[in-house]
């Protein structure tokens, strides 16, 4: 079994700050792209930012210059630091990663459970 477990959600003021990390677990054999998707009520579930194992980072035009993706490859994590932080952003981030369990098997989507991240005064 694959677990991808978030942590860093929280309520934070406008203008605010906070660091989400994702841990995956369970034997892997190679990671290739970790990213952060974000769905608030109502609305598609769409990407904030992926980062591949190289390092080369995208982001959504939303979070340009707020948000920064980064990853720890032997730790099998990554990390999603947001600043300046609009009540747009309040949603529910998910953790994805696309991996190899095994050796010349295909690479799947695992999912995190979520984290809920609120921007209010």
């Known amino acids: 079994q694959v677990q991808l477990v978030e942590s860093g959600g929280g309520l934070v003021q406008p203008g605010g700050s906070l660091r989400l990390s994702c841990a995956a677990s369970?034997?892997?054999?190679?990671?290739?792209?970790m990213g952060w998707y974000r769905q608030a009520p109502g609305k598609e579930r769409e990407l904030v930012a992926d980062?591949?194992?190289?390092?080369?980072?995208n982001y959504a035009d939303s979070v340009k210059g707020r948000f920064t993706i980064s990853r720890d490859n032997a730790k099998n994590t990554v990390y999603l630091q947001m600043n300046s932080l609009k009540p747009e952003d309040t949603s529910v981030y998910y953790c994805?990663?696309?991996?190899?369990?095994?050796?010349?098997?295909?690479?799947?989507?695992?999912w995190g459970q979520g984290t809920p991240v609120t921007v209010s005064s």
């Open positions: 369970g034997y892997i054999f190679s990671i290739n792209t």
């Open positions: 980062i591949i194992s190289s390092g080369t980072a």
């Open positions: 994805n990663a696309n991996l190899r369990r095994w050796r010349g098997s295909p690479a799947r989507d695992y």
